[in-house]
């Protein structure tokens, strides 16, 4: 066998794998729907090194943070909830928008976890960061894991309304959501990547936990 490197070979150097944030090369932008939660842009725009501009339409969101929580038995918290575009009643876990100006992530995160669990949490890490469909989205999800739990006094709860108030939520074994996932009987994204990620981090001893203020640069910034 020849000892020189493939051409089609991995490339193994020392750069680290990730995500690149690039300029946007906009041309033209146009807002051609506007809706309670987010806007269906059209844009123009060119590659690097293209002559010719791109068209394309997309969702422009503000993102959104998600909450794994973790109880001392190692039971996570997941929610069924109905959602109307998929005809279906999802087992997910807490989950929000970004929609307050200039709310941290992590700010956001304590206050759904809160208004959609009745949970407060003392300590919290970064599980994943994940975009939920960026081929039509601008959305951008950062999933915590929320530990150290107790409930919220009932007469201090959020009022819940509209699908949030049909809520039912159910505390599940990490091994048992594991499996649901691997099965493919439990379809939210950020429910299989925030379950997903926690098995992982388990393997390693859980160092590889991020600290809840770790950066975050995919968070949209035109939202």
């Known amino acids: ?30 807002t051609v729907f506007s809706g309670a939660i987010f806007d269906i842009t059209r844009e123009t725009f060119t ?16 993102g959104a943070v998600g909450i794994l929580a ?11 909830q109905r959602r109307q575009p998929v005809r279906a009643e ?22 759904e976890l809160a ?4 949970l407060r949490a003392n300590t919290w890490h970064v599980l994943a ?3 939920m469909s960026p081929g039509c989205s601008s959305e951008a999800m950062r999933i915590y894991l929320a ?5 919220i006094p009932e007469g201090q709860r959020h009022e819940r309304t509209e699908e949030e108030a049909f809520l039912e939520p159910q505390w599940v074994p990490l091994e048992e959501a594991i499996t649901a996932v691997l099965e493919g009987r439990i379809g939210n994204p950020t429910t299989v990547v925030g379950i997903l990620a926690l098995a992982a981090h388990n393997v390693h001893g859980n160092r590889t936990l991020r600290p809840a203020g770790a950066p975050w640069t995919a968070r949209p910034q035109h939202a």
């Open 115 to 118: 208004e959609e669990a009745d």
């Open 1 to 30: 066998m020849s000892t020189h490197q493939s051409e089609h070979q991995p490339n193994t150097g020392a750069h680290e794998l990730g995500d690149i944030q690039v300029p946007a090369a906009v041309t033209d932008a146009q």
């Open 129 to 131: 960061d994940h975009y």
């Open 70 to 80: 973790l109880d001392r038995d190692n039971r996570v918290l997941l929610q069924k």
């Open 47 to 62: 590659m690097p090194g293209g002559d010719k501009p791109i068209t394309r339409e997309f969702m422009t969101h503000p």
């Open 90 to 111: 999802l087992w997910e876990v807490p989950a929000g928008l970004l929609d307050l100006e200039g709310e941290a992530a992590l700010d956001a995160a304590r206050r």
């Open 147 to 151: 530990q150290d739990l107790h409930e």
